[in-house]
């Protein structure tokens, strides 16, 4: 057993303190996790219960970390496991974090991959395909990206994502005006076809007439 003989609070990171047990340092941990756990100077531990206060601290670190990551928006949970790995915290703590963040119902890549959908829909269109893809590359596995995508229309996609963008475009020529607006729908993903056919029904929903060759 070991007695805690100090705990004091570190000069640049207030929100730690400092354990000294026996008259020596023996590690830094949450003031928050300190206070939890009931910790005061006297007190005997033993070395499980020091591990177990390691531990404690490490998950509530990262934990933080991740929620401090989903504060900004929401992720997926391949998300916050690369963002944590990065951070350089273990596997099995890691793996705790994301169990307690899908208990609270913090990530949940099935409601995840359905707003991202809603948002691209409302936001900045784009073709089904581009959407899948950038959901895989998020990690959310290929049949919640197949249900979060299911429905989506490619035409009338293309459509509301070019309108505003043609207005802008309004008073070129049509070689320019195709070309410019040809290479926006390209960018969100839409096929050749598609394109074709969304640059001509705008183009002459501005009472233009495509001219002859």
């Known amino acids: 057993m070991k007695t805690v003989t100090a705990i004091e609070r570190q000069k640049r990171r ?19 996790v300190a206070a939890e ?4 100077q006297g007190q005997q531990l033993s070395p499980k219960e020091i591990e177990k206060l390691q531990h404690t601290d490490l998950f509530q670190c990262s934990l933080s970390s991740a929620l401090r990551y989903l504060s900004q928006r929401p992720r997926s949970e391949a998300e ?10 273990d596997a099995d703590t890691i793996q705790e974090v994301l169990d307690r963040l899908k208990a609270l119902k913090l990530i949940d890549d099935v409601a995840f991959a359905r707003l991202w959908r809603e948002n691209r829909e409302s936001f ?9 893809l950038e959901l895989r590359r998020k990690g959310v596995d290929a049949d919640t990206v197949t249900e979060a995508t299911e429905g989506l ?31 926006f729908l ?11 056919h969304t640059v001509e029904r705008l183009w002459q929903e501005q009472g233009k007439q495509q001219p002859t060759l």
């Open 14 to 32: 207030k929100e730690r303190v400092n354990l000294f047990l026996d008259g020596d340092f023996a590690l830094s941990l949450s003031a928050s």
């Open 37 to 40: 756990v009931g910790l005061h």
């Open 80 to 89: 916050v496991r690369t963002r944590l790995r990065r951070h350089g915290y």
């Open 124 to 132: 900045r269109p784009r073709s089904r395909r581009l959407i899948y």
């Open 186 to 196: 390209k960018q969100r993903g839409f096929s050749y076809e598609l394109i074709n």
């Open 153 to 183: 229309d490619d035409e009338s996609s293309a459509y509301s994502a070019a309108g505003k963008k043609a207005l802008s475009l309004a008073r070129l020529d049509y070689p320019t005006f195709r070309k410019r607006l040809g290479a």
